[in-house]
């Protein structure tokens, strides 16, 4: 499989888009000078217990994180310097979550330690030997000081510019003239599958239903992937009575493992909805500035 790593400067936002055997894979975009904080090493503070909630609230010099009592909170008390490490960007409102970085002293006063490494690194290691092309001379010197194979295209990102661009919209193509609509929440993410112009097949009903949403499942996953969508993840695919939906669990579950943040199908809820966890690392797209 040919990887290749494509960045584009859009004003201060830097676009990451990863392709394998020229499909887009994954993408992200990231600021450089405002970057989401996942995996940087902070020197922080105790600043309240919080038992209810199974942890603690840290002030990183610059905004408080929470420390959960199973990432090495649970020994701290107020008062306490920590040094923690970020494990996941502040989102929907909350502040960063965080683990306690073992064997690190932390600084004299809250704040930052070291950077983590960025999204740029998550593609690099799934692909080490994958070329990075970048689209502007200031890209380039800047990726090149963190990472090696980076080369100069004024076009990186033009293969994948189309799909990227529909990204940004709710409603994307599925397989056979479906369609998918992306529901956020609070709380949690749904997905809404429609049929289209499928439900024209005549015959079989049953079968036509299966057929169309085994079929559409592949996309289904990449777009979950794409789009970044975590935590909860409702899918409410099309036509199938909520009894027959388990069957496709197997296909379902398959192409959910050859995503990277390895997401878990719980099951079908009794309703029919597939109820999927994918971990909250990242922002998702949609709460991410353009």
Same mark, same amino acid.
């Given at each position: 499989?040919?990887?290749?790593?494509?960045?584009?400067?859009?004003?201060?936002?830097? $676009?990451?888009?990863?392709?394998?055997?020229?499909?887009?894979?994954?993408?992200?975009?990231?600021? %450089?000078?405002?970057?989401?904080?996942?995996?940087?090493?902070?020197?922080?503070?105790?600043?309240?217990?919080?038992?209810?909630?199974?942890?603690? #609230?840290?002030?990183?010099?610059? =905004?408080?994180?929470?420390?959960?009592?199973?990432?090495?909170?649970?020994?701290?008390?107020?008062?306490?310097?920590?040094?923690?490490?970020?494990?996941?960007?502040?989102?929907?409102?909350?502040?960063?979550?965080?683990?306690?970085?073992?064997?690190?002293?932390?600084?004299?006063?809250?704040?930052?330690?070291?950077?983590? %490494?960025? *999204?740029?690194?998550?593609?690099?290691?799934?692909?080490?030997?994958?070329?990075?092309?970048?689209?502007?001379?200031?890209?380039?010197?800047?990726?090149?000081?963190? $990472?090696?194979?980076?080369? $100069?295209?004024?076009?990186?990102?033009?293969?994948?510019?189309?799909?990227?661009?529909?990204?940004?919209?709710?409603? #994307? *193509?599925?397989?056979? =003239?479906?369609?998918?609509?992306?529901?956020?929440?609070?709380?949690?993410?749904?997905?809404?599958?429609?049929?289209?112009?499928?439900?024209?097949?005549?015959?079989?009903?049953?079968?036509?239903?299966?057929?169309?949403?085994?079929?559409?499942?592949?996309?289904?996953?990449?777009?979950?992937?794409?789009?970044?969508?975590?935590?909860?993840?409702?899918?409410? #695919?099309?036509?199938?009575? *909520?009894?027959?939906? %388990?069957?496709?669990?197997?296909?379902?579950?398959?192409?959910?493992?050859?995503?990277?943040?390895?997401?878990?199908?719980?099951?079908?809820?009794?309703?029919? #909805?597939?109820?999927?966890?994918? %971990?909250?690392?990242?922002?998702?797209? $949609?709460?991410?500035?353009?």
């Amino acid at each position: 499989m040919s990887a290749v790593i494509r960045a584009g400067l859009r004003g201060g936002t830097v $676009h990451l888009a990863l392709t394998e055997s020229g499909t887009l894979a994954g993408y992200t975009r990231w600021r %450089p000078d405002a970057p989401d904080g996942v995996g940087d090493l902070r020197s922080g503070r105790i600043t309240a217990r919080a038992p209810a909630l199974g942890g603690a #609230f840290v002030d990183l010099g610059d =905004g408080s994180g929470f420390l959960p009592d199973s990432a090495g909170g649970k020994s701290l008390a107020e008062g306490d310097a920590v040094a923690v490490r970020i494990t996941r960007a502040p989102q929907g409102g909350k502040g960063p979550r965080l683990a306690l970085a073992e064997g690190v002293a932390p600084g004299a006063k809250p704040g930052l330690l070291a950077r983590g %490494p960025g *999204p740029i690194a998550e593609f690099r290691a799934l692909h080490p030997a994958a070329p990075i092309l970048a689209d502007d001379w200031e890209l380039v010197a800047l990726l090149r000081a963190a $990472h090696e194979g980076v080369a $100069h295209d004024p076009a990186s990102l033009a293969p994948v510019a189309e799909e990227i661009a529909a990204l940004a919209e709710p409603v #994307f *193509p599925l397989p056979q =003239g479906a369609r998918g609509t992306v529901c956020p929440t609070p709380a949690l993410t749904a997905i809404d599958i429609d049929a289209g112009a499928a439900t024209a097949e005549r015959g079989d009903k049953h079968g036509a239903q299966l057929r169309l949403n085994r079929a559409i499942i592949p996309e289904l996953a990449r777009q979950i992937r794409l789009r970044n969508l975590a935590g909860a993840i409702l899918v409410d #695919f099309a036509g199938m009575k *909520p009894a027959a939906r %388990p069957k496709l669990a197997p296909d379902l579950a398959a192409a959910l493992a050859r995503d990277p943040l390895r997401p878990r199908l719980l099951g079908f809820s009794a309703l029919g #909805f597939a109820e999927i966890s994918r %971990p909250r690392i990242r922002p998702p797209l $949609h709460e991410l500035p353009p």
